[in-house]
C-alpha cells in the first residue's frame, strides 16, 4: 500500500511538472508571438513609405530566400531585389498576419499571410498588383532581438494584376 501511494505521489508530480511547463511554453510562445507581431507591423509600415530598410534590418547576416521555384537566394541577392522593388512599386496596402508559430528553443517558425496592393508603371501604362501568399519565415533569438534567418515562398492565394488573375 505505501508503494502505491509513492507511485501515485510521483506520477501526479510528474503531471503537475508536465502542465506547469506546458503553461510556461504556451506564454512563451504567446510572448514570442506578440514580438512578432510587433515586427511585422514595423517591416509592412517600412514598406508602406517606401523603406526596405527596416526589413533588411531584421535579418541575419546569413539570411537565405528559398523562392517558389526551389531556388535558394542569399542576403545580397534578397537586399538589391527588395531595394530595386522599392524603385519600381508604390505599396498602396500590406498586411502580414502570423498563421501559426511553432517555438523550439531560440528559433520560431511562423506561418505568414502576405497580402498586398501595389501600382506600377508599364510601358508608361500605370498597373495595380495585388498579391496574397502563404510563407514560412524561420526566426531565431539573437542578443540584439528577434531576427529572421530564412523565408520560404510557400503557396500563393492570388495573384492579380489590374483586376485579373495572372497565370
Known sequence: MRYEKTVICILASLLVLGLVFTAAHADTTKKIQK???????????GFKHNNPEVWIGFLVPDFQLKLFNGTVQDRKWVEDYVRNNAKTFTILKLS????????????????????????????????????GALQREIWTKTRNGWKLRRVEEWKVLYWLKDGKPMT
Do not use: C, W
Open 96 to 131: 502580414m498576419e502570423v498563421k501559426e508559430l511553432t517555438v523550439e528553443g531560440d528559433e520560431a517558425t511562423a506561418i505568414v499571410e502576405q497580402k498586398s496592393s501595389r501600382t506600377f508603371d508599364e510601358q508608361g501604362q500605370p498597373h495595380e498588383l495585388d498579391v
Open 35 to 45: 514580438t512578432l507581431k510587433a515586427n511585422y507591423a514595423k517591416i509592412a509600415e
